[in-house]
């Protein structure tokens, strides 16, 4: 049984402002209609003998990552990292976890959840070879068919080969320079890097408890202690935040006798900068990626992507253009793996577009911001059929709401009422209150906020039909 475990705790900063950390890239649709996790979940779907996919992800995106398992109509189980430990320790609890379910056969399928394939098939031919290796005892990687000089990514140097289209891994190769990179690509020997990875679940850990027992011996405590809810899996908190942060190719992979690769060439992308999002989405005769509402004269080489609003370009050349509803990145394109100093800036100084969109996705559907001031704030709330927000009441702030579209259940103290287009009510401060939508389209409301204190955090849960009652504040993005 081949378990795959698709890897969602990424932030993908290089791709601000539309990538932040409450919404990274590989929840976005960069490249189609799909997000890039769905796309993942999808086309492990297509692998022969896999069981559903594993997914790895944060706190803070748990509902985010179900919902997008279930538009995909791929279901999963969700693990849950109470924090960043690179992919070693992750893939060590997904390991016992696979084992447990699956049994002493079990093959994990370790993928990142933010790259693209443009060859589905031919990914699921090297999933097969990779099997193949795996079933004899192999730690496999995947390392991809080199197309160009590339210094941002590790590199693979292929060794004896073993069986059909596997082949020892001689070393791995850190980012090199231009000329190095080239003379990589010329020699025909080396593969990039991809992160992907398809071994033994008991082999990966029999390895660990080689070459790094402390780390193993973290993630099976952080697995025992795990809690179980619905479709989550949420790891021990301080025994995984006590594992160290490690990657499987310095903890396993240059250290074992046994690793092997298998070429991959799918059309991979990991999408890790603008440049290569307009490569995979493709560019038109003046060699321009344009997406959303953009208008170009006399432009050229540049990467033009509107989440929104029009943009317009006069004159340019080699340049990124990124606007979203509350920020505009303007770089040259030869500058684009800098974007993470400017995020670093932006954390520095506290702002809120570093980190979140003026859109928040929640369990129940979303609210957007539209305008705050002193002691006020109106928000578009979106609520889905079957939507349901928490019981709950607020200590420091009112609310009015109006609908604007669908019907609304509203809960205020011990009354229930029914509201539909144009009829309005008002929270007091301190009511215990609950809103929902039992009708059949989207519930639109605007909600006016006012009082001394209007932050997130001010919310006391008592009933949630999300598992969130009782939670503290840092979990209630969530």
Not at 70 to 82: F, K, S
Not at 305 to 314: F, M, P, Q, Y
């Amino acid at each position: 049984m081949i378990v795959p475990v698709i890897l969602a705790g990424g932030a993908g900063t290089r791709l601000w402002p539309l990538s932040r950390d409450a919404r990274p890239k590989q929840f976005l649709p960069l490249t189609g209609e799909r997000t890039l996790l769905a796309e993942t979940a999808r086309r492990v779907a297509g692998v022969e003998n896999a069981a559903v996919p594993l997914v790895v992800g944060r706190e803070a995106h748990r509902f985010l990552i179900a919902e997008q398992l279930r538009q995909a109509g791929t279901p999963g189980m969700v693990m849950l990292e109470p924090a960043g430990r690179n992919t070693a320790p992750a893939a060590a609890a997904a390991a016992i976890e696979a084992l447990a379910a699956h049994g002493p056969d079990s093959q994990l399928l370790i993928l990142p959840s933010d790259h693209v394939m443009a060859d589905a098939d031919a990914f699921t031919a090297a999933v097969a070879i990779a099997s193949e290796a795996a079933a004899s005892g192999y730690l496999t990687t995947f390392g991809v068919t080199p197309t160009s000089p590339e210094t941002g990514y590790g590199y693979i140097r292929r060794g004896d080969s073993l069986l059909g289209g596997v082949a020892r891994v001689a070393a791995f190769v850190e980012k090199p320079d231009r000329a190095t990179a080239t003379a990589y690509l010329d020699s025909g020997d080396y593969l990039w890097n991809s992160g992907m990875f398809l071994f033994p679940a008991q082999a990966y850990l029999d390895a660990l408890a080689v070459h790094a027992p402390d780390l193993l011996e973290s993630a099976r405590a952080a697995h025992a202690g795990a809690e179980r809810d619905r479709d989550f899996l949420r790891l021990d908190d301080d025994a995984f935040a006590a594992c160290r942060s490690e990657s499987i190719d310095y903890a396993v992979m240059e250290k074992t006798e046994h690793a092997a690769v298998v070429a991959l060439d799918a059309g991979w992308s990991d999408l890790g900068s603008w440049g290569s999002v307009a490569e995979a989405a493709g560019v038109d005769a003046d060699h321009n990626y344009c997406h959303g509402d953009v208008l170009l004269t006399d432009t050229h080489d540049c990467v033009v992507h509107s989440d929104g609003r029009l943009v317009t370009t006069l004159g340019l050349h080699n340049t990124l253009v990124v606007a979203t509803d509350d920020a505009v990145l303007v770089a040259d394109r030869d500058r684009e793996q800098d974007i993470k100093a400017v995020v670093a800036r932006l954390r520095d100084d506290n702002r809120r577009e570093a980190t979140e969109h003026r859109k928040v996705y929640r369990p129940w559907g979303s609210y957007e911001a539209i305008a705050a001031g002193e002691r006020f704030q109106v928000k578009r709330i979106i609520v889905p059929p079957g939507g349901r927000l928490s019981l709950q009441k607020h200590h420091h702030r009112a609310e009015h709401w109006v609908v604007v579209q669908g019907t609304a259940l509203v809960t205020r103290g011990e009354e229930q009422t029914l509201l539909t287009e144009d009829q309005s009510t008002y929270i007091p401060l301190g009511t215990v209150h609950r809103l929902e939508n039992p009708g059949k389209v989207d519930l639109v409301l605007i909600e006016v906020q006012s009082g001394s204190y209007l932050g997130e955090d001010d919310i006391v849960r008592y009933d949630d039909i999300y598992g969130r009652a009782g939670e503290n504040s840092k979990r209630k993005s969530a």
